[in-house]
């Protein structure tokens, strides 16, 4: 018994030794708001840090500029690129201090630090059809002004940016009516179909020349300048010095062209963004790295688990809670109105605000969609269980009573055998729900099936966007099917003759 208990020390030791350089002060998460230029920014980030010897996890196609910010402060991640316009204008608020000096004492108070220029700027700008701006007469944003009748399509962050819509209405004295919030990549396709007019450009983006787009001129100088930078956590310095000086060989080496050009390459020629990464820095700084590409079926089985992951952890949780719940909402009228009617608001919020509301308590990653699928599965289980329970008939359970069974034999040996058909047909809708609503986890870095959607979204690419739907399809259908074995083990035999009748 020593031995083997020596043994086991000998290999837990060998684990953590082996593990310690992946999992111990070189290991730096790196993030990425949800738009191809910042993914393909950090994957090249992840090419360094391998480079490096770090160990790089990654957390790319966060969302917007609020969300990856928060998760840099809080520690959720340790890098991520940016632009100087939106840490002037939306980050610091537009408020003073709009000198290097002023950006950098701001950064150093929240525990982040900037690197220099990247070499590229990608700045704002509204765009049309080449040929509509022209029949129009259309050169500048002022002229937008004539013309109220135009349909303007945004990107959603852009609706609210302090450096946004707002202050681009009142600065040009612009009065359209028909002014709509959509993701970016889909104004794109907005633009095309004619559904909108004007739309908000990068002006790095690949497809204001691939879709023939007249860039507006900003005659009264709205826009800052975007240049773009890398943030990164102040104490990644201590940790990681050669992983920061490693980020750092980026300063200066990246011109509009060569960004132009990885956009390109990857929005109109669909490589992927790991590929356009390396073969960037294959090319200017000869790293021989090649981008590692599986294969269809392996990152569909990877999405899977970690669809699984949240589906299983989430409705075990809800399970555990639920069933309890609805007991005491059965035997305590007055609490089970209480408790029926907080489940029932809490299944009336936004599942993506819902899940918003997770991320400030529990960060990014698997954390704040766990929670959210977790409080989106007690309603159908706690109101089936409180149901079924009320359902039962009072002569049962006089006839209990007059046995001599105690509440607690009452609730086990009857009511919750004759409930469970119903009580498993709630657990089984909760499922089916939190397959559908685990795919809002990608928003946050959480993976499942969400992140090649989101990504074929971004990419117009019907092929990813099929890798995450049509597998979370066929995990629906299996859940009810698997509910329907169930059923013979959980359900008394006469129950289930009875339906069947």
């Known amino acids: 018994m020593k031995q083997c208990f020596r043994l086991f020390v000998f290999l837990a030791l060998a684990w953590l030794v082996s593990h310690g350089q992946a999992y111990g002060i070189s290991e730096v998460t790196i993030g990425s708001k949800a738009f191809t230029e910042s993914v393909i920014l950090g994957e090249i980030l992840v090419c360094l840090a391998e480079d490096s010897g770090a160990h790089p996890v990654r957390r790319l196609e966060l969302g917007g500029t609020r969300l990856v910010w928060d998760a840099l402060v809080k520690g959720d991640i340790d890098i991520y ?48 059809k080449r040929e509509v701006a022209k029949s129009l007469g259309i050169e500048r944003i002022s002229q937008l002004s004539s013309h109220p009748e135009l349909t303007f399509g945004f990107s959603n962050e852009f609706m609210d940016r302090a450096d946004g819509w707002p202050g681009l209405r009142s600065r040009y004295r612009l009065s359209q009516k028909k002014v709509f919030g959509m993701d970016h990549d889909l104004a794109y396709r907005g633009l095309q179909d004619g559904s909108v007019d004007v739309i908000d450009l990068y002006t790095t983006d690949a497809e204001i020349d691939s879709y023939g787009l007249q860039t507006l001129g900003d005659d009264r100088h709205y826009f800052p300048v975007y240049t773009a930078v890398l943030l990164y956590r102040a104490e990644l310095e201590d940790r990681a010095p050669a992983l920061v000086a490693a980020f750092k060989r980026l300063e200066g080496r990246i011109s509009d062209v060569d960004m132009i050009k990885m956009n390109e390459h990857a929005k109109i020629e669909k490589a992927a963004e790991a590929r356009v990464a390396s073969d960037f820095l294959a090319e200017r700084f000869s790293l021989g790295r090649q981008a590692v590409h599986g294969t269809i079926t392996g990152n569909i089985l990877r999405r899977t688990q970690e669809h699984l992951r949240l589906v299983l952890v989430s409705l075990v949780a809800a399970i555990l809670i639920s069933i309890p719940l609805g007991i005491v909402a059965q035997k305590k009228a007055g609490l089970g109105q209480i408790i029926l009617s907080v489940v029932g608001i809490i299944q009336t919020i936004p599942s993506l605000a819902l899940l918003v509301f997770m991320i400030p308590i529990l960060g990014i990653g698997g954390p704040p969609a766990v929670a959210a699928l977790f409080l989106y599965s007690l309603l159908p289980i706690v109101r089936n269980t409180c149901t079924a329970l009320r359902a039962i008939p009072s002569s049962l359970r006089e006839s209990a009573e007059a046995l001599g069974l105690s509440p607690w034999a009452r609730l086990r040996l009857i009511e919750l055998p004759m409930a469970s058909r119903e009580i498993l047909a709630g657990i089984k809708i909760s499922a089916v729900i939190n397959v559908g609503t685990a795919t809002l986890g990608g928003l946050v870095g959480a993976g499942g099936y969400g992140q090649p959607i989101l990504a074929g979204i971004r990419l117009d690419d019907v092929g990813l966007i099929l890798q995450g739907a049509v597998p979370a399809a066929c995990l629906a259908l299996l859940v009810q099917g698997v509910f329907e074995v169930a059923e013979l083990a959980f359900v008394p035999k006469g129950l289930r003759l009875k339906r069947s009748v």
């Open 81 to 128: 690129p940016e632009y100087t316009g939106t840490i002037k204008e939306e980050i610091m608020g537009g408020k003073g201090m709009h000198d290097d000096n002023g950006v950098r004492m701001f950064l150093a108070r929240h525990g982040v630090r900037m690197t220099g220029p990247l070499g590229f700027n990608n700045n704002y700008a509204l765009g049309m």
